[in-house]
């Protein structure tokens, strides 16, 4: 399996732009989580899915920031329209989904690096 | 919101030495896990350990729980360069959906 996959690795964009992050999780994980890291905040959970659908979204800061799981291979996080302090990492993490025999292990994509000018 | 507490928060050491990372925690939960970072990367798995098991290895690492107390203690033994990186404990409340919640991190410096 490859893994997590994120796009794109880097993003650069001007304030006020909208910008869409993508994610497809590991193939038969039923969860999946999106986080941003700053050095200020570290890691935070913004919004995570189950069975593709939103469970808890009480991380996503305000309302400029959505995301959208349509199937089980794909996801976006979009934030519409940009600030600097949006400049982040955000990765995403998929797993086996929560059970009573759910491990809770979640597998990280690489990353996406954001910057805002 | 994080609920892990790393101590200490950097630690510098020579190869070879053992790393000790510690981390505590304030509600009940289901499991404890350990991951690493290493820089611009995502964050890897090391190793979980469940509410009702009190020390846990895998290979060179060693994981202790104590729940009467809320902590949790990550131990590195004869590190190596490699080991470099950040380290961060997460923890598991089933009754709050199966997310992670994860503490600061603990910056590890192995020096050759």
């Known amino acids: 399996d490859a893994g997590v996959i994120q796009s794109p690795r880097h993003e650069v964009t001007e304030m006020g732009q909208e910008v869409t992050l993508r994610c497809k999780p590991i193939s038969g994980h039923n969860s999946l989580f999106w986080y941003r890291q700053t050095m200020m905040r570290g890691l935070e959970l913004l919004i995570y899915?189950?069975?593709?659908?939103?469970?808890?979204d009480s991380g996503m800061p305000e309302d400029r920031f959505s995301a959208k799981m349509p199937n089980a291979s794909f996801s976006t996080l979009k934030i519409q329209p940009s600030e600097p302090r949006d400049s982040a990492v955000y990765f995403c993490a998929s797993s086996l989904g929560a059970s009573g025999s759910f491990s809770g292990e979640q597998f990280f994509g690489p990353g996406t690096r954001l910057t805002v000018l | 919101s994080q609920q892990g507490e790393e101590d200490p928060q950097a630690l510098s050491i020579q190869e070879g030495e053992n790393a000790t990372m510690n981390c505590s925690y304030k509600?009940?939960?289901?499991?404890l896990q350990w991951y690493r970072q290493n820089s611009g990367r995502g964050l890897v798995h090391l190793i979980l350990?469940?509410?009702?098991?009190r020390e846990k290895h895998s290979g060179r690492l060693r994981v202790t729980l104590d729940t009467s107390k809320k902590s949790s203690s990550l131990l590195i033994t004869a590190s190596r360069a490699a080991d470099t990186a950040s380290y961060f404990c997460?923890?598991?409340?089933?009754?709050?959906?199966?997310?992670?919640?994860f503490g600061q991190g603990t910056e590890l410096s192995v020096k050759p």
């Open positions: 997460a923890t598991v409340d089933f009754n709050q959906g199966g997310k992670l919640i």
């Open positions: 899915f189950n069975n593709n659908v939103p469970i808890d």
């Open positions: 350990i469940r509410s009702n098991e």
């Open positions: 509600t009940s939960i289901n499991n």
